[in-house]
């Protein structure tokens, strides 16, 4: 049984929807932590609520020395017992030195098709570029931000008078379905990408 640690910086939808996957009978992990940079995140209530570990370790004592505060998060995350790390709007850039331990082991969601709109405010970039079509995808998390092998994508149709918020909430509902089936398949140590849409 696969356990996993998912992080997360805010509500959390991705996390619900990743532990109510890993609650499916035969499913090949098994959460054992949920962690949040701000211990203000109401993700952390939702998860313990469904009685999943909970931490928080606050980013902002630690300042600008973010080694320091990776140092303390990694531990957290062993003292777990975590094989591998789910990042689910997660807002904090890793260092290599968080991620290089990882390799192959972490993946995070990014709301956009990658290689296109790495980075923020994906929703209104696409809107501005004028394409017709947006989605999420499932990586490998490297250090290189919102790089690394893709192992998932879903795709939804941008329509005439989307918003950045109403193309977020129809992208955000496809994560909720793509990020689940793309973490069963790599905890049973299948790569074969996942595509819906
Ligand atoms: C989502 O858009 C996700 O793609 C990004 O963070 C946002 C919020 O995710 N990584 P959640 O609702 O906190 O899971």
């Not at 090949?28 to 993700?43: E, I």
């Not at 998860?47 to 531990?75: I, M, Q, S």
């Amino acid at each position: 049984m696969t356990r996993v640690a998912i992080l997360i910086s805010g509500g959390g939808s991705n996390m619900l929807a990743l532990l109510d996957s890993m609650e499916q009978a035969g499913h090949p992990a098994s959460p054992c932590l949920v962690a949040s940079n701000d211990p203000q995140a109401t993700g952390l209530e939702r998860a313990a609520a469904r009685g999943v570990a909970t931490a928080a370790v606050d980013h902002r004592p630690f300042g600008k020395d973010r080694p320091a505060f990776e140092t303390e998060l990694h531990k957290v995350i062993l003292d777990h017992g975590a094989d591998m790390i789910c990042l689910a709007g997660f807002m904090r850039v890793l260092t290599a030195g968080f991620v290089t331990p990882w390799s192959g082991r972490m993946l995070n969601i990014h709301p956009s098709l990658l290689p296109k709109y790495r980075g923020l405010h994906t929703h209104a970039r696409a809107l501005e570029a004028g394409d017709t079509e947006h989605g999420c995808t499932v990586h490998e998390v490297t250090p290189e931000l919102d790089d690394g092998p893709i192992l998932g994508q879903a795709r939804v149709p941008i329509k005439p008078g989307d918003t950045p918020e109403t193309l977020a909430a129809r992208v955000l509902a496809m994560e909720h379905r793509l990020y689940p089936a793309v973490l069963r398949r790599f905890a049973a140590g299948d790569r074969r990408p996942v595509t819906l849409g």
